[in-house]
């Protein structure tokens, strides 16, 4: 049985090393290039961005430098692919029902009862001198998506995406209301193998592998 179990995971990790995957640089025009990464900066806050992972991730920090609480309307602030919004805000709820069964003297019978678990909160909170990370969105959703391999510029890439944020020092958003849009694109595609992608692992990189 031993031997069995050795051999069925020798032949997953074979496997597994021979699965296709696309490594995927990104670059940017406007945003700085760090140590740890992509990082956008101004006299209110500091954007830091990773991308490692399967199917990359838009995640990046914001870090509030200033003396007063900052507000962000996820509803007016984006993740832009290819000039397509998505939101960050999902105006949506989880309905859940929960059985239980009552009893009366004649009858008997089974009732639904409904919760709602709303999703978040559409205006984010970032206090003074601390940080909030946001890592809903993937970069590419399938394999097949991501491309032929080379290197490419802005204007031949096949993946542009952007990061909108709008922002105030005011909950309600009245006054003054800053924007940030940062931009960033696919900037090289090279086939390697899934066992060799943490060779490559950093945050400006990320793989797809591919869909059987």
């Not at 179990?5 to 406007?30: D, G, M, R, Y």
């Not at 019978?109 to 709602?116: P, S």
């Not at 204007?155 to 006054?175: A, H, V």
Request: hydrophobic share 35%; charged share 20%; proline share 3%.
């Amino acid at each position: 049985m031993k031997l069995i179990n050795l051999f069925t995971v020798a032949f997953i990790l074979l496997l597994s090393s021979c699965v296709p995957c696309k490594l995927i640089t990104v670059s940017s025009e406007s945003i700085p290039l760090r140590l740890k990464g992509y990082e956008f900066e101004n006299d209110s806050i500091r954007i830091s961005y990773r991308f490692w992972g399967a199917k990359g991730k838009m995640e990046f920090d914001v870090y509030n430098k200033t003396d007063v609480t900052l507000y962000f309307d996820w509803k007016i602030s984006a993740f832009i692919p290819n000039d397509k919004m998505i939101s960050y805000y999902e105006d949506l709820t989880n309905i859940e029902g929960v059985n239980y069964t009552y009893r009366q003297s004649r009858s008997s019978g089974t009732n639904v009862a409904k919760t709602a678990t709303k999703h978040q909160d559409r205006i984010g909170v970032v206090p003074p001198h601390s940080l909030i990370t946001n890592s809903q969105y993937k970069l590419v959703k399938k394999y097949v998506e991501v491309g032929q391999n080379g290197i490419f510029d802005h204007n031949n890439t096949p993946l542009r995406f952007r990061n909108f944020l709008t922002l105030s020092t005011n909950e309600k958003f009245e006054g003054k209301v800053s924007t940030i849009d940062n931009n960033f694109f696919v900037s090289k595609i090279k086939k390697v193998y899934f066992n060799k992608t943490g060779l490559y692992k950093g945050p400006t990189t990320f793989y797809v592998s591919y869909d059987f």
